[in-house]
């Protein structure tokens, strides 16, 4: 597997992150959904990832900058036929050292707070997220939980 960036311009991408965002707005009310569609991945203050097991996605990746020290990670999901299998803490693991050597001093991300996001709430606090308050202009929300991480 590798980790390039993405300029998000391939069907692949495309579809791979269509259904992200329908599996978002299936489980999350649309008030509560931050899940970034392609023309706000394609920002330029957003640095995108696509994992790649030869030519196939299996997984994604994105942090958007925020300001000069801080970054939001934005759009991690894997393939649901590779869950568990180690995509999202290399992704991370990728994230965290990008964000690092692109002069970031924190990392932060909302993510749900139904059990569905439980395993992605998991795997934030694995690598040392912790929770925080809503940040960048979020707001209190039930369907959110809101993590952080100082570099």
Do not use: N
Request: charged residues 25%; neutral net charge; glycine residues 8%.
């Amino acid at each position: 597997m590798r980790i390039v960036v993405d300029d998000l311009s391939g069907p692949e991408i495309a579809t791979f992150l269509d259904e992200h965002v329908r599996e978002m707005r299936s489980i999350t009310p649309l008030e509560s959904k931050h899940a970034l569609d392609l023309d706000g991945l394609r920002r330029p203050e957003v640095t995108f990832w696509s994992v790649l097991d030869g030519a196939t996605v299996v997984g994604c990746g994105a942090i958007q900058r925020l300001d000069d020290a801080h970054a939001e990670v934005k759009s991690m999901r894997t393939a649901p036929a590779r869950k568990r299998g180690g995509i999202a803490s290399l992704v991370l693991r990728h994230i965290i050292e990008e964000a690092r050597r692109m002069g970031f001093t924190r990392l932060s991300l909302e993510t749900g707070s139904a059990e569905f996001f439980r395993p992605a709430r998991a795997l934030y606090e694995k690598f040392g997220f912790t929770y925080c308050e809503p940040f960048a202009g979020y707001r209190p929300d039930p369907h959110s939980a809101f993590m952080t991480l100082a570099l």
